[in-house]
């Protein structure tokens, strides 16, 4: 299977910026769409961004103009760095990536999320 590792939460002031990191391991042979979901509390999971193999990118209206998502596909890892944070930013913030992997000799699809990086923006 394909595991999901986020880092690089915490707590940050209104203003400032932090980067998330989420590295993908296991029986990868391609990753097509990496992303960054959040959740607040009392809310539903919401899109943030995404980045396709191609380079194609989707960002939340919110967001648009303080994240960018970026990706190393050597090390099947996606980023996102937050600039400009404000409070309503705060959630956890989750990695998702879909793609192929081999599974038993054979080659399957696979969606894998990570579990979670908290994100608090206060003052």
């Known amino acids: 299977q394909v595991q999901l590792v986020e880092s690089g939460g915490g707590l940050v002031q209104p203003g400032g910026s932090l980067r998330l990191s989420c590295a993908a391991s296991?029986?990868?042979?391609?990753?097509?769409?990496m992303g960054w979901y959040r959740q607040a509390p009392g809310n539903q999971r919401e899109l943030v961004a995404t980045?396709?193999?191609?380079?194609?990118?989707n960002y939340a209206d919110s967001v648009k103009g303080r994240f960018t998502i970026s990706r190393d596909n050597a090390k099947n890892t996606v980023y996102l760095q937050m600039n400009s944070l404000k409070p309503e930013d705060t959630a956890v913030y989750y990695c998702n990536a879909d793609g192929l992997l081999v599974s038993r000799g054979a080659i399957r699809s696979f969606t894998s999320w990570g579990q979670g990086t908290q994100v608090s923006v206060s003052s």
């Open positions: 980045l396709t193999s191609g380079g194609s990118t």
């Open positions: 296991g029986s990868i042979v391609s990753i097509n769409t």
